[in-house]
T-cell receptor
Framework: DTGVSQNPRHKITKRGQNVTFRCDPISEHNRLYWYRQTLGQGPEFLTYFQNEAQLEKSRLLSDRFSAERPKGSFSTLEIQRTEQGDSAMYLC?????????????FGQGTRLTVV | QKEVEQNSGPLSVPEGAIASLNCTYSDRGSQSFFWYRQYSGKSPELIMSIYSNGDKEDGRFTAQLNKASQYVSLLIRDSQPSDSATYLCAVRMYGNYQLIWGAGTKLIIKP
């Protein structure tokens, strides 16, 4: 399977715990994005990497959120001291830009429930 | 005013008919436009992209872009029950790497 892969698919955690999600993008894609989606809403941008560099981070992303993409391959998103408001679907997407054409493809998502 | 607006629906269309989904955007600097389909509990799936004014056809899907009026639409011909999903419009502005999303239109195809 050469699509975007996310792990785990589901995560239930207690409030205050730390969680980490992983995303493996499509291998030839140089750009990687993290989004968050809640019920009835479109995805909300969190952060973006080009290769290993984190080029953009949403103002909505609190200090409890951190993302890395070592070596420009897979990426991790960590949420520290989780809160109930963090419950959402966390989506990873990757893309390759050529001649101005950029199409982003999503992984299956990680559904986080904070209890 | 939201940057990307869609009617939340639900839009109910009989099987075999044409489903028409619309999206308006506020930033005239927008240059790339995408339609994603999302089934309940699943992630968005890219179905169409369009970059220039006019129509773009792919199978039963046609995307239409009108930059002067700042709208993009998606037509689904010969609608099937499997087309029932939420359709998300996403827009990328010039010089910006993130996608700006509408909240989606829920489409129901009635057999």
């Amino acid at each position: 399977d050469t699509g975007v892969s996310q792990n785990p698919r589901h995560k239930i955690t207690k409030r205050g715990q730390n969680v980490t999600f992983r995303c493996d993008p499509i291998s030839e894609h140089n750009r990687l994005y993290w989004y968050r989606q809640t019920l009835g809403q479109g995805p909300e941008f969190l952060t973006y990497f080009q290769n290993e560099a984190q080029l953009e981070k949403s103002r909505l992303l609190s200090d409890r959120f951190s993302a890395e993409r070592p070596k420009g391959s897979f990426s991790t998103l960590e949420i520290q001291r989780t809160e109930q408001g963090d419950s959402a679907m966390y989506l990873c997407a990757s893309s390759y830009t050529e001649q101005g054409i950029t199409e982003a493809f999503f992984g299956q998502g990680t559904r986080l429930t904070v209890v | 005013q939201k940057e990307v607006e869609q009617n939340s629906g639900p839009l109910s269309v009989p099987e075999g008919a044409i489903a028409s989904l619309n999206c308006t955007y506020s930033d005239r600097g927008s240059q790339s436009f995408f339609w994603y389909r999302q089934y309940s509990g699943k992630s968005p799936e890219l179905i169409m992209s369009i970059y220039s004014n006019g129509d773009k056809e792919d199978g039963r899907f046609t995307a239409q872009l009108n930059k002067a009026s700042q709208y993009v639409s998606l037509l689904i011909r010969d609608s099937q029950p499997s087309d029932s999903a939420t359709y998300l419009c996403a827009v990328r502005m010039y010089g910006n790497y993130q996608l700006i999303w509408g909240a989606g239109t829920k489409l129901i195809i009635k057999p």
